[in-house]
């Protein structure tokens, strides 16, 4: 068992509380989790915060109080999530945040005031935390972050961190954070009021320390004064017109709800429960809003959108530890230098989360001008993080001087892993593969980031297939979490791991995936774009199609994805899917007619919708052509189909066509495990992540059932939808994919 030392010197079993008397009166409080990387707030912390914090502080010796982390870079990260997932009633929930709520006043009302020292991390409950201390101090280190993201994984704050926050920010800004979850950096929280002072690491708990001294010297109430605004500045005026009056928030809140439903379509709670928690305490105070919280709390911890949100919060943090290999043994090459071949939107973006990741990057194309291209890319990209204070203007020119460029093969042999993002053709990726084989030194690793081609075909040639894999990732490369590893069965472990190791430090989710066409992203989308236009024949406008996908919680709806992917990309991997994999693949005859037409979709402004000056002249949203049902051979859209589709019809019919394959791909062993089909599937392409992913919606609906409808548009439809093997094996199996029940 741990054991600590206390103040007089005894040995006892390991606390999370220590406290350790200076001899200027200050008790720094170290919150250490025994045995644990990382601070969390568990289920024993709010007896801790009772002894510590009611009682212990008492000592009359004791005059002031600096709270700290004994981790090196994480204040605390939030609640412990396993414990959570011990709770099994709603109720059970609401108690477990009336007791928090207990505790965080035993830090409130604590005999001698608490400040907050805080280096790193500080998620969640640990904001709260330091939200409840009498002031803060935060290291100027970019590791130290606040967040309130209790929203992204279907919850809300339970410890009164959302009141807490508007009292310092005002409700608009408390929604912002509270509703998005987002990051606010130390400089931030000094100019918005949450931080009393930001200092360099090495002397922050001195600081605090001190600040602790003045506080006590103070007396009670315990805290600093906040600085009064100028009641004449525009934005005081606006936040006292709209949240000082009951007419001014009741409007305020009105927005803010029409705005999360406009977001999330309505299908995520924890939003609209954060809102009904800052309604209550704007109108009858703190004490009022606790119990709407604490009721809240538990029932969104029941709440299956928090369940699924809480599996892929598991599932990417397994990821994080995944090499990518079965075999723990396999360790990743040492990769420094990475040479990028084309500098066009995927190399360029390429570029830029190498560089991130804190790589040094040769970046090599045909000539002046398209590398001119992808660096202003990769600059505007930098630039716009300076804007947004992301990142400062000495951080972005240490990135930028890792960029080197190249027109021909010299510096080559500096190289540990070349990735190409050459154009989509097998007889140029061959090139440039010898290319590499003939400059690089022996070793080098060989990625390729193709969308379509199987990575065995590139490596037919190879001198060294052991050393070619695939990294396939996805547009905007900055923006998407996901990376795609592919490996063939020529691949050595070792380069898979590098890939996996190069793609985390690149700020990616990471999956590997078995070889074949289309991998698994490439290959889900086939069928459930095909279905969308068979649903087109059958009479659907584009925008109710469209509509009833994104009403199902897809982020775009199949026209528009193939818009802005391109219908000639579409169009170029169709054929080779269906000769790979057949009937699944095969769209209606007529949308040949889209290429013949020339509509490549948003980049030459011809696709499904309407761009440009055509677009503005109609307003504002989105415009179908009109002319597409014309050029596809189609009457205009029938209004008595959507009177015989329904919309669930649609939502099931696009859906399941990618769930059934994303099966295929699991029986295939194109997958590593589900859980990698719902990652894939969620941060690669969209799908609803409270849904959980295609395999969790399988499991959640059951096997049998999401059977019986495929086998029911089976035998409707045709010979496209016959069911995937593996799920007929496993709904007669009655289990699930997760491997329960
Ligand atoms: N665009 C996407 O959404 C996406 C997503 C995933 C993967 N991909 C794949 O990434 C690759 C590149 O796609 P893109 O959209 O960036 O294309 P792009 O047309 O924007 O860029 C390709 C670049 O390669 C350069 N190039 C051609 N031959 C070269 C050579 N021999 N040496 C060095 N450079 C050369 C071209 O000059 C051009 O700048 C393709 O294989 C594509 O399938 C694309």
């Known amino acids: 068992m741990n054991t600590t030392t206390t103040t007089n010197g005894s040995a006892k079993p390991a606390r999370i509380l ?41 000592d009359p010796l004791i005059k002031a109080a600096v709270l700290v982390s004994g981790k090196p870079d994480t204040f605390i990260a939030g609640a412990d999530l396993e414990m959570l997932k011990t709770v099994t009633t709603a109720s059970q929930g609401t108690e477990l945040c009336r ?14 005031p608490v400040v907050a020292a805080i280096h790193g991390a500080c998620l969640g ?25 209790e929203v992204q994984l279907g919850l809300l704050p339970g410890m009164n961190g959302l009141q807490r926050l508007a009292e310092k920010v005002g409700l608009q800004v408390a929604m912002d954070y509270g509703l998005s979850g987002k990051n606010m950096r130390a400089a931030k929280a000094k100019s918005l009021g949450v931080a009393d002072d930001v200092v360099p690491q090495p002397i922050l708990v001195e600081v605090a320390a001190e600040l602790a001294l003045k506080l006590a010297a103070q007396g009670r109430p315990f805290g600093v004064k906040a600085k009064k605004k100028s009641a004449f500045s525009a934005a005081e005026l606006t936040r006292l017109a709209l949240e000082a009056n009951p007419i001014g928030r009741k409007l305020l809140f009105k927005k803010a709800r029409e705005e999360v439903t406009k977001k999330s379509g309505g299908h995520y709670p924890a939003p609209y429960r954060i809102l009904d928690v800052l309604a209550a305490f704007a109108d009858g105070g703190l004490q009022a809003s606790r119990d709407v919280e604490a009721q809240a709390f538990g029932e969104l911890l029941m709440s299956s959108v928090s369940r699924r949100l809480v599996e892929i919060f598991f599932a990417t943090t397994a990821l994080k530890k995944d090499t990518g290999t079965d075999d723990a043994s396999v360790k990743a090459r040492k990769v420094e230098a990475i040479e990028l071949l084309g500098a066009g939107l995927m190399g360029a973006g390429i570029t830029y989360v190498s560089l991130s990741g804190g790589y040094s990057v040769r970046l090599k194309d045909r000539d002046d001008e398209a590398l001119g291209r992808g660096v202003k890319y990769v600059a505007d990209i930098v630039d716009g993080r300076v804007k947004k204070k992301q990142m400062t203007r000495l951080e972005r020119d240490k990135l930028l001087s890792g960029l080197t460029t190249t027109t021909d093969t010299s510096g080559m042999k500096a190289a540990d892993l070349v990735i190409e993002a050459v154009f989509e053709d097998l007889a140029l990726k061959h090139k440039v593969l010898a290319e590499v084989e003939a400059s690089a030194r022996p070793g080098a690793i060989f990625a390729s980031n193709t969308s379509s081609i199987p990575i065995g075909k590139i490596a037919a040639p190879a001198k060294h297939p052991e ?49 074949g066409y289309g991998f698994y992203t490439s290959r889900v989308l086939g069928p459930l774009m095909n279905e969308a236009s068979y649903l087109l024949l059958e009479g659907l406008a584009v925008e109710t199609i469209d509509k009833a996908m994104q009403a199902w919680g897809w982020p775009v709806g199949p026209f528009t994805l193939l818009d802005e992917v391109g219908i000639d990309v579409a169009a170029h991997v169709g054929p080779i899917m269906v000769e790979a994999l057949g009937e699944r693949f095969v769209p209606p005859p007529t949308m040949v007619k889209l290429t013949q037409d020339q509509r490549k979709g948003r980049k030459n402004e011809r696709g499904f919708y309407l761009y440009g000056d055509a677009a503005k002249k109609l307003g504002r949203g989105k415009h179908v052509d009109p002319s597409i049902y014309g050029v596809l051979g189609l009457p205009a859209p029938d209004p008595k189909a959507s009177g015989r589709v329904s919309s669930e019809e649609i939502q099931m019919r696009c859906s399941l066509a ?50 019986r409808r495929i086998e029911g548009y089976h035998e409707r439809i045709g010979k496209r939808w016959a069911p995937a093997p593996a799920l007929v094996e496993l709904a007669r199996a009655g289990k699930t994919f997760h491997g329960k029940g």
Do not use: W
């Open 99 to 112: 007791t928090g709520h207990r505790a965080i006043l035993r830090l409130v009302d604590s005999p001698k």
């Open 18 to 58: 220590t406290i350790d008397v200076r001899p200027d009166g200050v008790a720094i409080v170290t919150y250490d989790l025994p045995g644990e990387p990382v601070n969390t707030l568990n289920a024993s912390f709010a007896e801790e915060f009772e002894r510590v914090f009611g009682e212990a502080l008492s």
């Open 658 to 707: 990618f769930v059934n394959e994303a099966i295929h791909c699991y029986g295939e062993g194109i997958l590593r495990s589900a859980r990698d089909g719902d990652i894939g599937a969620i941060f690669g392409l969209g799908f609803p992540p409270f849904r959980g992913g295609p395999f969790r919606y399988v499991d959640t609906v059951g096997p049998a059932e999401i059977l």
């Open 467 to 515: 050393n070619v894999v695939g990294m396939h990732y996805f547009s905007p490369v900055h923006k998407m979490p996901l990376l795609e590893v592919i490996r063939t069965k020529d691949t050595s472990p070792e380069v898979v791991a590098t890939a996996v190791a190069v793609g985390k430090k690149q700020g990616k989710t990471v999956i590997v995936v078995n070889d």
């Open 125 to 149: 409950g640990g904001l709260e935390v330091a939200l409840a201390c009498h002031a803060r101090v935060l290291s100027d280190d970019k590791k130290t972050v606040l967040a309130l993201p």
